[in-house]
Nanobody
Framework: VQLQASGGGLVQAGGSLRLSCVAS????????MGWYRQAPGEERELAAT???????NYADSVKGRFTISRDNAKNTVYLQMNSLKPEDTAVYYC?????????WGQGTLVTVSS
């Protein structure tokens, strides 16, 4: 399984970005997909996940600002990021969980300037 993430870039504080992650296989039956992020010098952490039933989970730091969604017909998971803060600066990775394996995308860099 390959995951292609895109949509990162440089944005000013208060701005918005939308990340996309396209999977090389159908995600219809994939129970959980998610976005994680890794800031410089920090460990990778969860940003948001979404189940195939549409249940979402967010890190406290992004609640109310980020929205995760999935389009099974396009094999794509999105992360809409609003009201961005400098502390949101990180490489964002999408993740796909199968019963016996976990797959990661290559990451897309988000830089928020103050």
């Amino acid at each position: 399984v390959q995951l292609q993430a895109s949509g990162g870039g440089l944005v000013q504080a208060g701005g918005s970005l939308r990340l996309s992650c396209v999977a090389s296989r159908s995600i219809f039956s994939i129970r959980t997909m998610g976005w994680y992020r890794q800031a410089p010098g920090e460990e990778r952490e969860l940003a948001a996940t979404i189940s195939n039933g549409g249940t979402t989970n967010y890190a406290d730091s992004v609640k109310g600002r980020f929205t995760i969604s999935r389009d099974n017909a396009k094999n794509t998971v999105y992360l809409q990021m609003n009201s961005l803060k400098p502390e949101d600066t990180a490489v964002y990775y999408c993740r796909l969980d199968l019963p016996l394996a976990t797959y990661w995308g290559q990451g897309t860099l988000v830089t928020v300037s103050s």
